[in-house]
């Protein structure tokens, strides 16, 4: 192992005990343009989450987890790295009686091998100080790269028979 393999298993290590402060995610759950632009966005696009399995990347509090199981998703993959995170997550998800909808997973993305459904849908709060701070948006391209069962290509250029939108957000501008 090289130098900087070691320096990025160091920052990634930090990442995550940082992320496992109940503080941390208190600050952005109060954060409410933020949590209602998830909201609006998820609630907005139902269609797009009716009957589909959905895999939140970093799910933190799973409060994405939550929406996409509100807005009719089979079932949700809610992932996370963090222990302490993980655990409130669950008893969130147990008191908006989400259980049978939401499955809470304590490993990082890239430790998991599979999942027992297709994915179809990724939504992850990967956007940081400046879009990128976070370091998240690699976990999301690898689990894109690793998971994501991609709808087949319709020619139709219709825009309600073309919606195949599949990581929630999908664009930043900077």
Partial sequence: ?????L?????????????????????M???????????DAIMNNKH????????????????LSMFA???????VYAVDACPKICNLAVEL?????????????NKPIEDIDKFDEDINIIISEWMGFY?????TLESVIYARDHFLNLPSRNDDITPDQNESI??????AYL
């Fill in 1 to 5: 192992m090289d130098s900087r393999q």
């Fill in 93 to 105: 998800i147990k008191r908006n009686h989400l259980q049978e909808t939401i499955q809470v997973i």
């Fill in 29 to 39: 759950l109060r954060d409410r343009p933020r949590v209602t632009a998830y909201y």
């Fill in 131 to 135: 879009l990128f701070h976070e370091s």
């Fill in 69 to 75: 199981a509100k807005a009719g998703a089979k079932l």
């Fill in 48 to 63: 797009l989450f009716e009957n589909k399995v959905v895999l939140d990347v970093g799910c933190g509090s799973a409060i």
């Fill in 166 to 171: 599949v990581i929630f957000p999908s664009h």
């Fill in 7 to 27: 320096d990025n298993i160091s920052i990634n290590k930090q990442s995550f005990e940082s992320y496992d402060n109940f503080q941390i995610h208190e600050l």
